[in-house]
């Protein structure tokens, strides 16, 4: 499936009291996805993706922070999404994007749920725009 055009191919805040957003699903502790935002302080995953998977990511605790590069209005821009506990992100398929957690006191603690149950991870060089049949 190729990438959403425009604002719906950006991680997205989730309203509070959006449909689905009273469900949270929870890991044991020792099966922590790889690819959910770091947990320990001043961290920060390498620029990927999760191929055709859509991403749900619910703030536990902590400020993690997601970075996705927005070129909806022709030139390419990092974006920043700065979170609290409660937040939760919807990030889209196809998506490159990082975690981070810039504070060096706080761990940050999410929840991830993914539509696919592969847990797909494309590890790319540097944040990009994906061209069109990307995979």
Do not use: C, K
């Not at 409660?86 to 889209?92: E, L, Q, S, T």
């Not at 603690?109 to 797909?120: D, F, G």
């Amino acid at each position: 499936m190729p990438p959403l055009p425009g604002p719906a191919r950006r991680p997205q805040p989730v309203p509070a009291g959006s449909p689905g957003t009273n469900t949270v699903f929870r890991r044991p502790r020792s099966a922590r996805p790889a690819t959910s935002a770091p947990r320990s302080s001043a961290a920060s995953s390498s620029d990927h993706r999760h191929g055709e998977s859509e991403t749900a990511i619910h703030v536990v605790s902590g400020h993690p922070e997601f970075v996705f590069l927005d070129d909806s209005e022709g030139g390419a821009e990092e974006v920043r999404l700065r979170t609290s506990p409660g937040d939760r992100i919807f990030v889209p398929p196809f998506v490159p994007h990082r975690e981070e957690n810039p504070d060096p006191a706080e761990e940050a603690v999410v929840v991830v749920a993914r539509s696919t149950q592969e847990a797909i991870v494309v590890n790319l060089p540097r944040l990009y725009a994906p061209e069109a049949g990307d995979a």
